[in-house]
């Protein structure tokens, strides 16, 4: 099947599909890594256990690979075309009669393939995991995850119980110090102190935990008057059980809260239903239209790379590869205000969403045509211009501006 390709065809595969990876890689690290110090922070606070953390950010991977995959099929193409472009390759092709339209082939069936996963990402995928996420968020600071004892920090358990732990070892499976003030259903408080313990699960009760002791003393106080004092009553235990009842957990909300959480048949029965509250509407077509205009713009990503790709004669600038970062991050931003905008109801989505789309799909052609049928045509001549004198100028502030001192190229002395 794959010596089916034309060899052009797999050699221009090869140079994108690698870039691509490492893109998808890194774009989704970075977003990640911020996310997961965060949430490891989060987890502390809360006292729960660090397996959470990597649940969390499982759940929130469809989000940053809906992100990751418009950047890295751009810079894919953009670096592979760029790398046909300086080693003279693409003059080669161009010179044998081979257009850009045909050596977009490749990458246009690239794109189609992750326009699909993008849509069973964005209309599917991310809001179900979206709302995985905050249920987990949600469990985690109601205790519903297994949040442990805060050590050295007093607890207040059920209303009737105040525990208190110096040290904990092996994950939270052995408690060593532990003391215990105990209120019990006639009125009598205990003070428990033992050496060491350890939680246990019930099988009759789930909403009920046992705190197994070890080596410790019960302090009851009766409040029975001896001799006019009143005198606790002492008893010493090499093993206890205390019977913990664990707070009432609200259940978690439905899916729906925010029009992110809705999946694709959900956005089209509430953005176009009379029954829909106006609100509720608007979110719902705003949110549509928002996914949608992301998805198409990825058809015209290839035509940007290469626009941005192909560096003047005789240079090797890479100052394409940073605008079409910049142009890229700037319009997922301007369709978020509009989201934003429309979502409140002031601006129709049409024009919030789908006037920019109009406005960057033109400027994206013209910067194509300028490349592929121009002569010499450059999308962003001026730009490169600019940045070559402005390049010129930096060295040359450096090289005036070099400390004394600095050793200088050896003269040569004359020949004798």
Known sequence: MFNLIPSIDRYILRLTV???LGVFALAASL??????????DFVAVEGGPVAVVFKMLGALIPEYA???IPLGLLLGVLLAFRK???TSELDTMRAVGLSYNRLLRMPYIITL???A???ALVFYIQPVSRYYYEQMEYELRSGALGASIKVGEFTTLADRMALRIEESEEEGRRLIGIFARVSNAKG????????EGAFLATRDNPDTIILRLTEGTIIQDTGVKKNGAYTPRVLSFSRHDLPIDLPAIEKFRARGDATREYILPELLRIGW???SAPRERDASVASFNFRLVEIVMMFLMPLLAVALAIPPKRSTSALGVFVSIVMVVAYHKVNQYGEDVAALGRLDPILALWVPFVLFAALILWMYYRVAYVPGGQAIGALETAFAKLSKQVVKLFTRSRPRGHPAAPELAPAE
């Not at 977003?31 to 490891?40: A, Q």
């Not at 009598?188 to 050496?195: D, P, T, Y």
């Open 18 to 20: 690698v870039p691509m």
């Open 117 to 119: 996963v993008n849509v």
């Open 113 to 115: 393939v992750l326009m």
């Open 273 to 275: 239903s009379d029954k």
């Open 66 to 68: 809906s992100l990751a």
């Open 31 to 40: 977003l990640m890594l911020d996310k997961m110090l965060r949430l490891f």
């Open 188 to 195: 009598q408080v205990l003070s428990i102190s033992a050496r």
């Open 84 to 86: 046909l472009a300086t």
